[in-house]
């Protein structure tokens, strides 16, 4: 025994008892998990197949002779196919961008107003807002259609863009405002005091502390509008006008199903997804008002 | 640097007056302290000052200029927040800047002037850090280098130090005066702390209930404050306030408690005592003005000990004395026990005597 050892210390943590629920969270992850890979798995799988090692049975887990040619066709211009994956693809990108960048523009200010402003009908208004959303989606069907109609926008993107803001707008607002919330009111006053007016104060100091949210409101948006199907599929009925999920419906015909051409197609209509969340996912983590204030 | 002044300050939240009618001028160069309870409208009133909140009434002047309808931009003037409000994505530097490139001035000069004032305030190796990045002290600090880099016309600091630990307090407490006193400074200074606004201000102004209640140097808001409510908020421990009724017997007036002991009056108090509006007079005592006697001397009334909290040097004791408690200072060498019967004797001279209906300072007419 040395005397440079601290008796006092204990040489080892003692080892906790066994959790019961920390070893159930655990068994849940796991099943949560291998019931959210396995689809997508078998999709990938299947995207990789000939059209009838798709159909063998029992399934090949892994393909044994895996080909691309699902891919290939898909974003062949020349190919009818790819033809129309393309142009579902473009349309589903211009609705769901310009959905997207619609809703940021009218969502920001909105939400800043909520968080900052005390007007007369204020909570009414938020309430309204968020009522929008209470009820599910097939209720506004007909008479969205019916509006639509009226306007003159059916089978036009424009429907579908006024439709989805009328979704995405309300949950922006109020993802945002709960962003705007969070930045302290000081920091616009010692911009203002600083020689700021209000509009540049909300602009140099606001905005850019409230950036996570507004990409974070962004994705939402964009997905929400990239994945929907029932509106593409009521006011449009034009093919070269169709968006991915309505259009992926036309790989089912009456007597087969091009199963490996559809996966191929849904997985690649998941990428752009996918993409954005991972180069986007620091944003959703980084506490950027950290050190801001002392709370 | 300029004079402050405030015209019939009102504000109001729908039927609540935040402030109410306060009027004060802080002179050229003075280290004026709004100081009162939470919710006293101090905050307000300052806000006021600044322009972040429009006001219900009254005028504010900065200088020779009306700035009532200013916007905060425009009044020339710099603030410290008490959470400090460092822009957290800049650094320490641009955030010394910020306010030089809002006004556009060349950068050479911004740079002279950031330097200069983190030369000030010992914050040079810290400029290229992020706020978050710095100890509670340090933001400070650069809260105080981004309100003094500009050359304001005033001050304005709202609880400064009210995130900073014990012993930083005091150690930034001196500093603010220190900077007060080179720069000749125009200083509001809003804070809940009255030892804070007894030991920086030249002159304070406390705050309850969205009303001015005195306005004076701190000395005289100590020795003659004007109402009940300011003599048990500033001084620590706080005044005491005995209940009491004021009865005239023959040539003299004394105060007699419910338990039935009598406290003759001086000639002087005694014609305070009278000009109350009734019978109910409140005698106030500050901890050191009263004698403690383990027997009964002439003018004593008798007490019971409640508490003895030795410090060290001076040993702080609260004496049940009729229906109040009364705190008391004693030497380190007194010795005393909890429920032990004892006599004080009070101060004619430094007493203190408020009407018991209106809570004013009785004055002898």
Known sequence: MTTLTHSARPSRPRRKPVDGWRWAGRIFLVLMLIYTVVPMAWMLITSLKGGFAAMMYPPQWIPAEPTLENYIRLLDPKDTIGQDFLRYFWNSLWVSTTTTILAVIVAVPAAYAFSRFRFPGRNFLFFAVLLRNMFPAVIFLVPLFILMRWLGLVNTHGSLILTYLTFGLPLAIWLLKGFYDNIPIQLEQAARIDGATRFQAFLLIVMPLSTPGIIATAIYSFIGAWNEFIYAATFLNKNEQMTLPVGIQRFFSENTTDWPGLMAASFMMSVPVVVLFLILQKYFVRALTEGAVKH | ?365
């Open chain 2, 1 to 365: 640097m300029a004079e402050v002044v405030l015209k019939d300050v009102v504000k109001t939240y729908g039927s609540v007056y935040a402030v109410n009618n306060v009027s004060l001028t802080v002179a050229d160069g003075e280290f004026v302290a709004l100081v009162g309870p939470s919710g006293c409208g101090k905050t307000t009133t300052l806000n006021l000052v600044a322009g972040l909140i429009p006001m219900s009434g009254g005028d504010v002047m900065i200088g020779d200029r009306v700035v009532t309808d200013l916007d905060p931009k425009d009044r020339d003037i710099a603030m410290v927040f008490q959470n400090y409000a460092l822009y957290p994505n800049k650094t320490v530097y641009k955030n010394l800047a910020f306010p030089l490139q809002m006004r556009k001035l060349p950068k050479d000069e911004i740079d002279r002037k950031v330097q200069a004032a983190a030369k000030v305030l010992d914050i040079t190796h810290l400029l290229e850090r992020k706020p978050r990045e710095l100890s509670g002290g340090q933001q400070q600090r650069v809260a105080l280098g981004r309100a003094l880099v500009r050359d304001p016309k005033v001050f304005l600091m709202d609880e400064p130090l009210s995130n900073l630990d014990a012993k930083l307090r005091v150690q930034m407490r001196s500093e603010i005066k220190r900077f007060h006193q080179d720069l000749k400074a125009t200083i509001i200074y809003v804070t809940h702390d009255q030892l804070e606004a007894v030991t920086m201000a030249d002159k304070m102004a406390v705050m309850n209930g969205g009303f001015l209640q005195q306005y004076d140097t701190p000395a005289n808001v100590f020795a003659n404050p004007v109402n009940m409510f300011v003599a048990g908020f500033i001084g620590s421990p706080a005044m005491s306030l005995i209940p009491l009724t004021a009865v005239t017997r023959g040539t003299e007036v004394v105060l007699t408690s419910a338990e039935g002991w009598e406290l003759p009056l001086s000639p002087a108090n005694a014609k305070k005592a009278l000009s109350a509006k009734s019978d109910k007079v409140v005698l106030g005592a500050r901890h050191s003005t009263v004698r403690l006697h383990k027997t009964q001397v002439p003018g004593s009334v008798p007490g019971k000990v409640y508490t003895v909290e030795p410090t060290g040097d001076v040993t702080f004791a609260q004496i049940f004395v009729s229906s109040a408690i009364l705190n008391i200072s004693l030497g380190p060498t007194v010795q005393i026990s909890p429920d032990e019967s004892v006599f004080i004797e009070f101060d004619q001279e430094r007493m203190h005597l408020f009407d018991g209906v209106t809570e004013m300072a009785l004055k002898a007419v």
